[in-house]
């Protein structure tokens, strides 16, 4: 075992033999045998598929803290990039991961980040295939940050689109929102909270394509990162040109999501989630989409939130528990910095 450092130093990014011994301990014989190229080499029988057509995907990844109840910043740039890729609709396959290590940052938490994310890869049934690393001094980098791509395949006939959604369309969404935006905020400790909250940080792929053969006609999804439900569903209104109305005692929300946000003022619906997705089936097939969802770990929460509407096109609508309406808008600034 060559490398002794038990902090990084700026010698591991420069080129020279501790800055190989960093790659080759730490990275490549966790994700690759040894001898990884500067390129990767892509093969699969996917790829051959008459009509399969090649989905990529690219995002950076910033959260503080690094490690937080249910997930870590590794765990995120998986799931992350294998979501962007199947919500459109594609079979995630391979990722790439650079790493912008700052000065000082412990051996051992990489260590733990890059386990996991080879441990997420796994689940996913994807590999990480190439990537990069770079250490800048201390106070350039926030600890670490991470980028990932992905490349996946879109079987052939397949076609998700925001802009697909039609009234009448059922919104489905896969478990309870909000708690990746809760957790973080609950891990920093700035603001004396104690919740028992964990983050809801999984990857989807498994789960779109068990909707996917339930509802072979489903319109589009999205997965509900930054910005939460709210940004996702004004998006997808604002493409299709339809009108969307959610019912927010269908809403799922923990109770103590709830309190935080009373507490501090905060809008759920602006959450942050990183194992969630809503997408949009035709109201025939909305059935079989839940059933598909809650036979799996990721989706034992789903639930109907809503439906297009022929009304207020493009715009977005919340019926109260009252029985009220108000207009959701798209997320105005910032709710959370550095939350994934």
């Known amino acids: 075992m060559a490398l002794r450092d038990t902090r990084v130093t700026l010698a591991h990014g420069g080129g020279g033999q501790a800055m190989r011994d960093l790659i080759e301990e730490v990275f490549t014989s966790v994700f690759e045998p040894p001898g990884m190229e500067d390129q990767a080499r892509l093969t699969a029988a996917a790829l051959a598929e008459p009509g399969a057509r090649l989905a990529f995907t690219t995002d950076s990844f910033v959260v503080t803290p690094l490690e937080f109840p249910g997930g870590d910043i590794g765990k995120i740039a998986v799931c992350g990039t294998v979501n962007d890729l199947a919500v459109g609709g594609a079979r995630p396959l391979w990722l790439s991961a650079a790493f912008i290590i700052e000065e000082g940052t412990e051996i051992a938490l990489l260590r733990r980040i890059v386990a996991s994310m080879a441990h997420e890869a796994e689940l996913a049934g994807v590999r990480i295939v190439t990537g990069d690393t770079k250490v800048v001094g201390r106070g350039a980098a926030d600890g670490l940050f991470v980028t990932t791509s992905g490349v996946g395949v879109i079987p052939a006939g397949r076609e998700l689109s925001a802009g697909a959604v ?43 394509e068990a909707v996917l053969a339930a509802a072979p006609n489903a319109r589009g999804a999205r997965d509900a ?18 009108g969307i109305v959610i019912d927010e005692v269908a809403l799922p929300l923990r109770e103590e999501v709830r309190g935080v946000c009373e507490i501090l003022g905060l809008d759920p619906l602006y959450l942050a989630n990183e194992g969630r997705l809503v997408i949009f089936v035709p109201e025939a097939e909305a059935e079989a989409a839940l059933a598909a969802m809650r036979a799996l770990p990721e989706g034992r929460g789903a639930c109907a939130i809503g439906r297009a509407v022929a009304d207020h096109p493009g715009q977005v609508r919340m019926t109260t528990a009252f029985g009220g309406s108000r207009i959701v808008d798209m997320l105005v600034g910032e709710q959370l910095p550095r939350i994934c």
């Open 166 to 208: 039609r009234p009448s369309d059922v919104a489905l969404v896969n478990g309870v929102l909000g708690d990746h935006g809760a957790t973080i905020l609950a891990a920093r400790g700035d603001l004396a909270l104690s919740a028992d909250i964990v983050s809801d940080c999984a990857g989807l792929g498994h789960l779109m």
């Open 225 to 242: 990162t930054r910005g939460g439900i709210a940004a996702v569903l004004n998006e997808m209104a604002e493409a299709s040109g339809a």
